[in-house]
T-cell receptor
């Protein structure tokens, strides 16, 4: 089983739609959770951290369910510029105590006019 | 602003060559990482370093080595390049106390 699992998509949605991505992780000791965004042929960039209480940044809302080991990202009012691959990321190496992250393979979003 | 730079955007090498990929960060971060990214496999950690001259193996260290002589610089070395090392290589850094990683633009390496 992969440490971090995501639906690869693609999710094809019209502009203005609301879209949600989910992610599950296997390491119950994970303490930090993130969503990264990666544009085609570019490096991943931090989109937002995910906190236990849930958090919002403009049109983006992230939620964490520790009991189910599940993270979600909701994008409201999708824009063409939201088209990218979204990577679910957890710190998966609690046994070494080091700050290494485990990345999901990503979910591709294509927003259409 | 956080900045991570990598020595080359594109590199073409022959099988058996020794390859050096360099990464420099200007945020005074303690932690630095090397990943490779392949279609369908996502980012896989090769090596990371949490201090000068310190290193730890990641998930796929075979065929690679690293060097960190200065805090801001982390080098990835392919001792004898092989075609299965054709990939996108991404360097990242993070602060000792925080997990957020910041990436360089990547080096697309082709081994022929």
């Amino acid at each position: 089983r992969k440490e971090v699992e995501q639906d690869p998509g693609p999710f094809n949605v019209p502009e203005g739609a609301t879209v949600a991505f989910n992610c599950t992780y296997s390491n119950s000791a994970s303490q930090s959770f993130f969503w990264y965004r990666q544009d085609c042929r570019k490096e991943p960039k931090l989109l937002m951290s995910v906190y236990s209480s849930g958090n919002e940044d403009g049109r983006f809302t992230a939620q964490l369910n520790r009991a189910s080991q599940y993270i979600s990202l909701l994008i409201r009012d999708s824009k063409l510029s939201d088209s990218a691959t979204y990577l679910c990321v957890v710190n998966g190496r609690g046994d070494t105590g080091r700050r290494a992250l485990t990345f999901g393979s990503g979910t591709r979003l294509q927003v259409q006019p | 602003d956080v900045k991570v730079t990598q020595s080359s955007r594109y590199l073409v090498k022959r099988t058996g060559e020794k390859v050096f990929l360099e990464c420099v960060q200007d945020m005074d971060h303690e932690n630095m990482f090397w990943y490779r990214q392949d279609p369908g496999l996502g980012l896989r950690l090769i090596y990371f370093s949490y201090d000068v001259k310190m290193k730890e193996k990641g998930d796929i260290p075979e065929g690679y080595s690293v060097s960190r002589e200065k805090k801001e610089r982390f080098s990835l070395i392919l001792e004898s390049a092989s075609t299965n090392q054709t990939s996108m290589y991404l360097c990242a850094s993070s602060d000792y106390l925080l997990d957020e990683q910041y990436f360089g633009p990547g080096t697309r390496l082709t081994v022929t």
